[in-house]
């Protein structure tokens, strides 16, 4: 994976004068079948999440309220994606390392994926990630 595999996708937006409205779709938005979300929010002013890759999980993260950073890293270079709106996501396929910082006040980061939880899918030191990349 590289990080030209690293997209936005924008979802629909049904303007409305009561409040606008966006939705996901399995079927024809996603590149993946949904099998869990999660979402992170409360965080302190200066810290950081992720921080990781994943050896077989694809994922989609949305900005559902405020802004954050995404930095995407594909062992050769990095990239750095800022989130604020919430009618669009960022989708990340395995083997990127990624991390979540500069979270605005109140901001919250839900994210899509197509796994359940599995610690043993992570990747979390860098160095490692570097020595399956370089032996795939
Ligand atoms: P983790 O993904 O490690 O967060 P970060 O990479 O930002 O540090 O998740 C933190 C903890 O939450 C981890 O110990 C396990 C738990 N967790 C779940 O139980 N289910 C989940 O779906 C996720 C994402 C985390």
Do not use: C
């Amino acid at each position: 994976m590289s990080l030209s595999d690293v997209r936005l996708i924008d979802f629909p937006k049904i303007l409305d004068e009561r409040g606008n409205l966006s939705f996901i779709q399995n079927i024809d938005q996603l590149p993946f079948v949904v099998k869990r979300v999660y979402w992170i929010y409360d965080v302190p002013g200066g810290e950081q999440r992720g921080g990781h890759a994943y050896k077989s999980l694809h994922e989609i993260i949305i900005a559902l309220s405020g802004s954050f950073d995404v930095i995407v890293n594909d062992g050769t270079g990095e990239k750095k994606i800022t989130l604020n709106r919430s009618y669009y996501g960022v989708y990340i396929p395995k083997m990127i390392w990624r991390r979540l910082e500069n979270f605005s006040t109140n901001s919250l980061a839900f994210i899509a994926a197509d796994q359940p939880y599995d610690a043993g899918d992570y990747i979390r030191d860098y160095q490692d990630f570097q020595q399956l990349l370089s032996g795939s």
